[in-house]
């Protein structure tokens, strides 16, 4: 077999450069404030500086990494607060896209994805917590919020809504490897497939004003989890990013 097309290589070792950078920094391994360097990056990644130059910028855009004025970049140190405000904007921007969802109406068949989705959640979250899927569910959770943010029919709303959700700590499923064993995390996930039942009624129904409040207390309970979480260094350990966060 030859080589694969050349746009494919530069695509996959772009892939790969933005990955491999996120993974440095949300790992703690590059300390808040700390200056990246390319050259340092491209040897522990093994990968050209071009790719590298391009995802520490791309970084930048996502808010996780600054911009030095003198070039370069930095990581980025969060607040409790920064993440507290990451996690409101996804449920304001949730809120609204179910609201125009709901409002403008979504055809049988999307409607009926949306509602299969949940149903796949429904075994995997009424097992016993040492029984959990939490690959699974984190990939549903995941198609639900992705199909929500498509059905409002704005790109725009889905556009901003995939940007709020890149920090780690402000996906749908932040907190998710820290809910193994706390029950008060098992809890959310159970009020969490409440909530995606009657975000998908409310939507069926174009109750526009419950669509976007449900969307709205939905990520409320991520904060929930987050002050939760904030209170005990073991658990810090297992949420992605959090390590970036001073508390």
Do not use: W
Request: with cysteine; proline share 5%.
């Amino acid at each position: 077999m030859g080589q694969p097309p050349k746009q494919e290589r530069v695509a996959s070792q772009s892939l790969k450069a933005v990955l491999g950078v996120r993974d440095l920094v949300f790992s703690g391994e590059i300390a808040p404030g700390e200056r990246l360097s390319e050259v340092n990056i491209s040897e522990r990644l093994g990968i050209s500086r071009t790719p590298v130059r391009a995802a520490l910028a791309r970084l930048e855009q996502e808010g996780i990494l600054d911009a030095i004025p003198s070039g370069g970049y930095s990581v980025r140190a969060f607040t409790v607060a920064d993440v507290a405000d990451a996690i409101e904007l996804r449920g304001v921007l949730e809120g609204t896209a179910a609201r125009l969802a709901a409002e403008r109406g979504v055809p049988p068949n999307r409607l009926a994805q949306l509602r299969a989705i949940v149903a796949e959640l429904d075994p995997i979250v009424a097992v016993p917590v040492e029984e959990l899927d939490f690959i699974a569910y984190e990939d549903l959770n995941a198609r639900f919020h992705q199909m929500l943010a498509e059905l409002c029919g704005s790109r725009i709303i889905q556009r901003q809504i995939e940007h709020a959700t890149q920090l780690p700590f402000a996906g749908p499923s932040a907190f998710l490897n820290a809910q193994t064993d706390i029950p008060a995390f098992r809890a959310s996930l159970v009020i969490g497939q409440a909530h995606h039942r009657a975000l998908v009624h409310a939507i069926e129904m174009r109750e526009g004003s419950r669509a976007e409040s449900l969307g709205r207390e939905h990520a409320r309970l991520a904060r929930q989890n987050l002050d939760f979480v904030m209170k005990d260094s073991s658990l810090i350990e297992r949420v992605p990013g959090l390590k970036l966060v001073s508390t």
